[in-house]
Protein backbone atom coordinates (compact mmCIF):
# COMPACT_ATOMS: atom_id res chain seq x y z
CA UNK A 1 0.00 0.00 0.00
CA UNK A 2 1.55 3.61 -0.66
CA UNK A 3 1.99 5.28 2.43
CA UNK A 4 -0.23 8.06 1.98
CA UNK A 5 -3.15 5.98 1.93
CA UNK A 6 -1.89 4.01 5.19
CA UNK A 7 -4.28 5.02 8.00
CA UNK A 8 -3.44 7.25 10.79
CA UNK A 9 -2.64 5.99 14.34
CA UNK A 10 -4.56 7.32 17.74
CA UNK A 11 -4.27 5.94 20.87
CA UNK A 12 -4.98 6.98 24.96
CA UNK A 13 -5.30 5.48 27.87
CA UNK A 14 -8.70 4.86 27.55
CA UNK A 15 -11.87 6.50 25.99
CA UNK A 16 -10.72 10.14 26.23
CA UNK A 17 -8.73 10.31 23.22
CA UNK A 18 -11.99 10.48 21.40
CA UNK A 19 -12.26 13.99 21.77
CA UNK A 20 -9.20 14.34 19.40
CA UNK A 21 -10.79 11.69 17.07
CA UNK A 22 -13.66 13.86 16.68
CA UNK A 23 -11.99 17.27 15.62
CA UNK A 24 -9.43 14.87 13.51
CA UNK A 25 -12.29 13.57 11.75
CA UNK A 26 -13.54 16.73 10.73
CA UNK A 27 -10.25 18.51 9.89
CA UNK A 28 -9.24 15.28 7.62
CA UNK A 29 -12.15 13.71 6.39
CA UNK A 30 -10.49 11.97 3.87
CA UNK A 31 -8.34 9.91 5.73
CA UNK A 32 -8.38 6.30 7.43
CA UNK A 33 -8.22 6.12 11.51
CA UNK A 34 -6.67 3.24 13.60
CA UNK A 35 -8.07 4.45 16.98
CA UNK A 36 -6.32 1.95 20.22
CA UNK A 37 -7.56 2.90 23.73
CA UNK A 38 -5.16 0.89 26.53
CA UNK A 39 -8.69 0.90 28.86
CA UNK A 40 -7.50 -2.24 30.60
CA UNK A 41 -4.61 -0.28 32.06
CA UNK A 42 -6.17 2.99 32.39
CA UNK A 43 -5.96 5.40 33.85
CA UNK A 44 -2.43 6.62 33.33
CA UNK A 45 -3.28 10.17 35.04
CA UNK A 46 -2.17 8.60 38.49
CA UNK A 47 0.79 6.33 37.30
CA UNK A 48 4.79 6.62 37.62
CA UNK A 49 6.74 8.50 34.58
CA UNK A 50 8.38 5.00 33.88
CA UNK A 51 5.17 3.18 33.68
CA UNK A 52 3.27 5.82 31.67
CA UNK A 53 6.54 5.40 29.19
CA UNK A 54 6.78 1.80 29.27
CA UNK A 55 3.03 1.88 28.02
CA UNK A 56 3.12 4.25 25.22
CA UNK A 57 5.86 2.73 24.45
CA UNK A 58 4.07 -0.77 23.72
CA UNK A 59 1.01 1.57 22.27
CA UNK A 60 2.89 3.01 19.23
CA UNK A 61 4.86 -0.14 18.61
CA UNK A 62 0.84 -1.59 18.33
CA UNK A 63 -0.43 0.95 15.70
CA UNK A 64 2.93 0.71 14.11
CA UNK A 65 1.85 -3.12 13.59
CA UNK A 66 -1.58 -1.82 12.34
CA UNK A 67 1.07 0.38 9.53
CA UNK A 68 0.26 3.92 10.27
CA UNK A 69 1.95 6.49 8.42
CA UNK A 70 1.77 8.71 11.55
CA UNK A 71 0.65 8.45 15.10
CA UNK A 72 -1.03 11.03 17.47
CA UNK A 73 -0.68 10.53 21.40
CA UNK A 74 -4.27 11.95 22.37
CA UNK A 75 -3.21 11.09 26.24
CA UNK A 76 -2.41 14.42 27.23
CA UNK A 77 -0.49 12.10 30.47
CA UNK A 78 1.53 9.93 27.96
CA UNK A 79 2.25 13.16 25.53
CA UNK A 80 3.84 14.83 28.72
CA UNK A 81 5.56 11.93 30.60
CA UNK A 82 6.15 9.74 27.67
CA UNK A 83 6.52 11.82 24.54
CA UNK A 84 9.84 14.01 25.02
CA UNK A 85 12.20 10.72 25.36
CA UNK A 86 10.24 7.81 22.78
CA UNK A 87 9.64 10.60 19.71
CA UNK A 88 13.73 10.17 18.92
CA UNK A 89 13.21 6.15 18.25
CA UNK A 90 10.64 6.28 15.48
CA UNK A 91 10.87 6.96 12.30
CA UNK A 92 7.20 8.22 11.05
CA UNK A 93 5.84 11.24 12.87
CA UNK A 94 4.77 11.51 15.92
CA UNK A 95 2.17 14.08 16.98
CA UNK A 96 0.93 14.97 20.97
CA UNK A 97 -1.22 17.01 22.31
CA UNK A 98 1.13 19.76 24.69
CA UNK A 99 2.81 21.49 22.21
CA UNK A 100 -0.51 22.47 20.04
CA UNK A 101 -2.38 23.79 23.16
CA UNK A 102 0.65 25.37 24.71
CA UNK A 103 1.45 27.99 21.32
CA UNK A 104 -2.23 28.26 21.37
CA UNK A 105 -2.71 29.73 24.83
CA UNK A 106 0.81 31.94 24.59
CA UNK A 107 -1.72 33.19 21.83
CA UNK A 108 -4.72 33.87 23.84
CA UNK A 109 -3.17 35.39 26.96
CA UNK A 110 -3.30 39.28 27.01
CA UNK A 111 -1.98 39.82 30.93
CA UNK A 112 0.49 37.34 30.77
CA UNK A 113 -1.13 34.90 33.40
CA UNK A 114 -1.89 30.97 31.36
CA UNK A 115 -3.22 28.42 34.19
CA UNK A 116 -3.29 24.77 33.34
CA UNK A 117 -5.14 21.91 34.95
CA UNK A 118 -4.52 18.06 34.10
CA UNK A 119 -4.21 15.23 35.73
CA UNK A 120 -1.49 14.60 38.87
CA UNK A 121 1.23 12.49 36.43
CA UNK A 122 0.74 15.56 33.51
CA UNK A 123 0.80 18.50 36.31
CA UNK A 124 3.59 17.00 38.16
CA UNK A 125 5.76 16.34 34.98
CA UNK A 126 6.14 20.01 34.84
CA UNK A 127 5.54 19.87 30.81
CA UNK A 128 3.40 22.53 30.17
CA UNK A 129 5.29 24.77 32.26
CA UNK A 130 8.71 24.52 30.39
CA UNK A 131 6.98 24.61 27.17
CA UNK A 132 5.09 27.85 28.26
CA UNK A 133 8.60 29.33 29.41
CA UNK A 134 10.28 28.52 26.23
CA UNK A 135 8.11 30.34 24.32
CA UNK A 136 7.81 33.55 26.24
CA UNK A 137 9.73 33.75 29.74
CA UNK A 138 7.62 36.14 31.31
CA UNK A 139 4.31 34.78 31.44
CA UNK A 140 3.12 33.15 34.65
CA UNK A 141 2.13 29.77 34.71
CA UNK A 142 -0.28 28.63 37.59
CA UNK A 143 -0.83 24.66 37.85
CA UNK A 144 -3.80 22.39 39.53
CA UNK A 145 -4.18 18.86 39.06
CA UNK A 146 -8.05 17.96 38.85
CA UNK A 147 -8.02 13.54 39.86
CA UNK A 148 -11.33 13.82 40.20
CA UNK A 149 -12.80 15.31 36.74
CA UNK A 150 -11.55 12.00 34.99
CA UNK A 151 -14.16 10.11 36.77
CA UNK A 152 -16.66 11.99 36.92
CA UNK A 153 -16.82 12.80 33.22
CA UNK A 154 -16.77 8.90 32.49
CA UNK A 155 -19.68 8.60 35.04
CA UNK A 156 -21.56 11.15 32.04
CA UNK A 157 -21.81 13.64 35.40
CA UNK A 158 -20.79 17.17 33.10
CA UNK A 159 -22.92 19.30 34.93
CA UNK A 160 -24.83 19.94 38.57
CA UNK A 161 -24.20 20.70 42.02
CA UNK A 162 -21.33 17.92 42.80
CA UNK A 163 -19.57 18.84 39.73
CA UNK A 164 -19.79 22.26 40.46
CA UNK A 165 -18.69 21.82 43.99
CA UNK A 166 -15.80 20.03 43.45
CA UNK A 167 -15.18 22.05 40.31
CA UNK A 168 -14.87 25.31 42.62
CA UNK A 169 -12.39 23.27 45.08
CA UNK A 170 -9.98 23.15 42.08
CA UNK A 171 -10.49 26.28 40.27
CA UNK A 172 -11.02 29.02 42.83
CA UNK A 173 -7.27 29.17 43.54
CA UNK A 174 -6.30 29.63 39.50
CA UNK A 175 -9.46 32.22 39.15
CA UNK A 176 -7.99 34.17 42.66
CA UNK A 177 -4.78 34.15 40.23
CA UNK A 178 -6.64 36.19 37.31
CA UNK A 179 -5.39 33.91 35.10
CA UNK A 180 -6.92 35.09 31.56
CA UNK A 181 -6.02 31.59 29.78
CA UNK A 182 -6.69 28.32 31.18
CA UNK A 183 -5.14 25.52 29.23
CA UNK A 184 -7.15 21.86 29.68
CA UNK A 185 -4.58 19.73 29.52
CA UNK A 186 -6.71 15.98 29.79
CA UNK A 187 -8.69 14.25 27.25
CA UNK A 188 -12.02 14.68 29.16
CA UNK A 189 -12.06 18.88 30.24
CA UNK A 190 -13.67 19.47 27.13
CA UNK A 191 -16.60 17.89 28.38
CA UNK A 192 -16.73 20.20 31.67
CA UNK A 193 -16.23 23.13 30.02
CA UNK A 194 -19.96 24.59 30.86
CA UNK A 195 -18.84 24.26 34.45
CA UNK A 196 -15.33 25.53 34.00
CA UNK A 197 -16.56 28.65 32.56
CA UNK A 198 -19.41 29.55 34.56
CA UNK A 199 -16.23 29.37 37.65
CA UNK A 200 -13.84 30.94 35.92
CA UNK A 201 -16.21 33.29 34.15
CA UNK A 202 -16.79 34.06 30.53
CA UNK A 203 -13.55 36.31 29.73
CA UNK A 204 -11.12 33.22 30.50
CA UNK A 205 -10.05 31.49 27.41
CA UNK A 206 -10.36 27.94 27.55
CA UNK A 207 -7.93 26.08 25.46
CA UNK A 208 -9.11 22.91 23.93
CA UNK A 209 -5.55 21.02 22.19
CA UNK A 210 -8.30 18.91 19.67
CA UNK A 211 -8.65 21.02 17.04
CA UNK A 212 -5.35 22.54 16.90
CA UNK A 213 -3.44 18.51 17.18
CA UNK A 214 -5.96 18.32 14.31
CA UNK A 215 -4.60 21.43 11.91
CA UNK A 216 -1.12 20.40 12.81
CA UNK A 217 -1.56 16.46 11.46
CA UNK A 218 -2.90 18.44 8.92
CA UNK A 219 -0.13 20.13 8.31
CA UNK A 220 2.21 17.51 8.83
CA UNK A 221 1.03 15.42 6.50
CA UNK A 222 0.95 18.12 3.65
CA UNK A 223 4.67 18.50 4.25
CA UNK A 224 5.73 15.30 4.45
CA UNK A 225 2.93 14.54 0.95
CA UNK A 226 1.45 11.98 2.72
CA UNK A 227 -2.37 13.51 2.40
CA UNK A 228 -4.90 10.85 1.58
CA UNK A 229 -5.43 11.11 -2.14
CA UNK A 230 -8.82 9.48 -3.02
CA UNK A 231 -12.15 10.63 -1.50
CA UNK A 232 -14.03 9.00 1.06
CA UNK A 233 -17.90 8.24 1.30
CA UNK A 234 -18.75 7.55 4.96
CA UNK A 235 -15.79 7.49 8.13
CA UNK A 236 -13.50 5.01 7.69
CA UNK A 237 -12.05 4.13 12.09
CA UNK A 238 -11.57 1.11 13.09
CA UNK A 239 -10.92 0.29 17.36
CA UNK A 240 -8.80 -1.48 19.02
CA UNK A 241 -9.12 -1.58 22.80
CA UNK A 242 -7.55 -3.79 25.82
CA UNK A 243 -10.82 -4.28 27.83
CA UNK A 244 -13.78 -4.81 25.80
CA UNK A 245 -16.76 -3.30 28.33
CA UNK A 246 -19.36 -1.87 26.81
CA UNK A 247 -18.67 1.37 28.29
CA UNK A 248 -16.20 1.90 25.99
CA UNK A 249 -18.98 1.91 23.40
CA UNK A 250 -21.56 4.07 25.56
CA UNK A 251 -19.37 6.86 26.89
CA UNK A 252 -17.34 6.69 23.58
CA UNK A 253 -20.50 7.75 21.64
CA UNK A 254 -20.85 10.60 23.31
CA UNK A 255 -17.32 11.56 23.52
CA UNK A 256 -16.84 11.23 19.84
CA UNK A 257 -20.69 12.22 19.58
CA UNK A 258 -20.83 9.54 16.81
CA UNK A 259 -21.81 6.01 16.75
CA UNK A 260 -19.07 3.57 17.33
CA UNK A 261 -18.49 0.27 15.13
CA UNK A 262 -15.67 -2.13 14.89
CA UNK A 263 -14.61 -2.23 18.40
CA UNK A 264 -11.56 -5.38 18.59
CA UNK A 265 -10.33 -6.51 22.07
CA UNK A 266 -6.57 -7.40 22.01
CA UNK A 267 -4.25 -9.05 24.42
CA UNK A 268 -1.91 -6.53 26.25
CA UNK A 269 -0.68 -2.92 25.11
N1 LIG B 1 -6.22 10.42 28.93
C1 LIG B 1 -5.73 10.94 30.19
C2 LIG B 1 -5.13 12.32 29.95
O1 LIG B 1 -5.44 13.00 29.00
C3 LIG B 1 -6.84 11.01 31.22
C4 LIG B 1 -7.28 9.66 31.74
C5 LIG B 1 -6.17 8.91 32.46
O2 LIG B 1 -5.79 9.33 33.58
O3 LIG B 1 -5.68 7.96 31.90
O4 LIG B 1 -4.31 12.75 30.73
Redesign the pocket.
Known sequence: MSERNQPIGIF???V??LTVVRELQKVLPQEKFIYFGDTAR?????KSPNTVIKFSLENIVFLLKQNVKLVVV????SSSLALPFIRQYFRIPIVGVVNPAVRESVYATRNMRIGVI??RA?ISSGVYEQEIKRLAPTIKVFTQSCPLF?PLVEEGWWEGEVVLNIAQRYLLPLKEKTVDTLILA???YPLLKKVIKEIMGEEVALIDSAREVAIEVRKILEEENLLYQGKRKEKEIIYFVTDKSEAFREIGEKFLGGKIKDIYEIKGG
Do not use: E
Not at 42 to 46: L, M, R, S
Not at 74 to 77: E, G, H, I
Open positions: DSGGGVPYGNACNTGTTVCTH
